[in-house]
């Protein structure tokens, strides 16, 4: 495409055949200079913020109608100074001379805060993210944002910065509708009680937070829908109350959440736990009648409850529990533990609706001395009957328990499409055709099974059904 002209009130394109190469209509009219304010300012909403603000030396009637535009203020992409414009080369210069970072990042600060000045219209989504913050004028940022009804913001300050004091008019701000913290803290609940009416989505990373503070905003959120806290510390005991709460994640890497109650949680649909949070953490789902999705489920949890049944660690209890709303379950378990083998019977049988079940094998003891015969002697579920229509076993190692666990799904499951066995083995040379011999595929339930062997990839540990979430 030829590059623009700019005149005096217009924009023309060299290549446009009802404008002449001197950049005015070749019939005399103006034709941006036609259209209104509004629409002009409507155009601008649609432009990266360094475009708008370009368009303020076009003439006198445009300085300011980038001013009255709906804002979307990204720092980390839009504002750079000329002197580095590439990315790439600011990282490398950033790494040999902090001066100079220290430069950009003064630059960048001095940017935001003239356009958050100069702007007189809305601004829809801000995102700051960069090093050299003041957090002075951070807490005036948000609240000229929260004055200027911002609805998507994210502060994602870096590990030098870490736990920035999360001010009470942000959590207020009644036009948030969604929300993303990194190294922020929220300690307490504030007087009087926030209510963000509108806020829909809070994602909290690697931020300091109670759980005064996580059952405070549950309750006095109305609208919210996806609650994320990832790599969070502080926490100990959550208890989900919400109406209108459809998702949650919650990856507590440091082991520290003693407690997690789904109490009462009516239109909670997916319930995404870290591979290795519930190892020390009691989980009890009491109501939650639309849940999907429910997953990593570690099989040395603490304690479970579904509904009224109990299993404690290490006990004999039997699941009875039934919910028939759980479609896609993921679960961590060493096949050589009977014990684990026997809570994995119970969970399959106690949701008769699973489509999709992934495995996470863990690693499994060679001291134990497990019942290899286990899953020959188990009878069908009705989940293997009707429903179950891919599996994912991620570290399979082709032993005795974990292939019989395989055998069993392969000879039960009527309408399964596909299993996929994931082992770091898979790359060596005839492993898989060894595999495939153990394996009783001449009695497939199913004559559409196909079993696929995969080598192991590094994210491993990722629940396959999350990445279709996000």
């Not at 090093?131 to 913001?153: A, C, E, M, N, R």
């Not at 003693?258 to 009491?286: I, Q, S």
């Amino acid at each position: 495409m030829a590059p623009s002209r700019r005149g005096k009130g217009n924009i023309v394109s060299d290549s446009d055949p009802h404008f002449d190469g001197g950049g005015v209509a070749a019939d005399g009219f103006d034709r941006f200079g036609l259209l209104p304010d509004c629409l002009l300012v409507s155009i601008l909403s649609l432009l990266p913020i360094e475009d708008a603000v370009r368009t303020s030396v076009l003439s006198t009637r445009w300085r300011r109608l980038w001013t009255f535009a709906p804002l979307r203020l990204l720092d980390d992409s839009a504002l750079r100074s000329e002197k580095f414009p590439n990315k790439k080369l600011l990282a490398f210069r950033a790494f040999h001379d902090e001066e100079q970072w220290r430069t950009q990042e003064g630059w960048r600060v001095r940017a935001i805060d003239r356009v958050l000045s100069a702007h007189a219209g809305p601004i829809r989504s801000c995102r700051l993210s960069r090093v050299y913050f003041h957090i002075p004028l951070l807490d005036g940022w948000i609240q000229t944002l929260s004055q200027k009804g911002v609805q998507d913001f994210a502060i994602l300050i870096p590990m030098e910065r870490r736990f920035y004091l999360v001010p009470p008019s942000l959590i207020a701000c009644p036009s948030l509708q969604s929300l993303e913290l990194c190294y922020c803290r929220i300690l307490k609940p504030t007087q009087p009680r926030p209510n963000p009416v509108n806020l829909r989505v809070l994602n909290l990373k690697r931020s300091l937070v109670t759980d005064a503070a996580i059952n405070d905003l549950l309750s006095s959120c109305p609208a919210l829908q996806s609650l994320s806290l990832v790599h969070c510390a502080g926490l100990r005991r959550i208890h989900l109350r919400s109406p209108t709460l459809c998702s949650m994640i919650l990856d507590d890497y440091s082991l520290e959440v003693e407690e997690l109650f789904v109490v009462d949680a009516p239109n909670l649909e997916h319930l995404m736990l870290g591979k290795n949070t519930t190892r020390r953490t009691h989980l009890k789902v009491l109501n939650a009648p639309k849940l999907e999705l429910l997953g990593f489920l570690d099989m040395s949890i603490k304690m479970l409850e579904l509904g009224g049944t109990t299993c404690f660690e290490k006990s004999m209890v039997r699941l009875s529990t039934v919910m028939h709303s759980l479609k896609k379950l993921a679960i961590r378990v060493d096949f050589n533990d009977d014990l684990q083998a026997d809570m994995v019977f119970d969970l399959l049988r106690c949701f008769p609706c699973l489509e999709t079940l992934d495995v996470l094998i863990a690693d499994m003891d060679d001291e134990d001395e497990p019942d290899v015969e286990y899953w020959e002697q188990q009878d069908s579920l009705d989940c293997l009957d009707h429903h179950l229509k891919s599996v994912t076993l991620k570290g399979f190692l082709g032993q005795r328990t974990d292939s019989g666990f395989v055998n069993f799904l392969i000879a039960k499951a009527r309408v399964l499409k596909v299993m996929t066995l994931i082992s770091v083995h898979a790359w060596k040379e005839g492993w898989v055709e060894s595999i495939q011999q153990g394996l009783c595929l001449q009695n497939k339930a199913s004559i559409d099974a196909k079993v696929v062997f995969m080598k192991e990839k590094h994210e491993i540990n990722q629940f396959h059904p999350w990445s279709s979430l996000f």
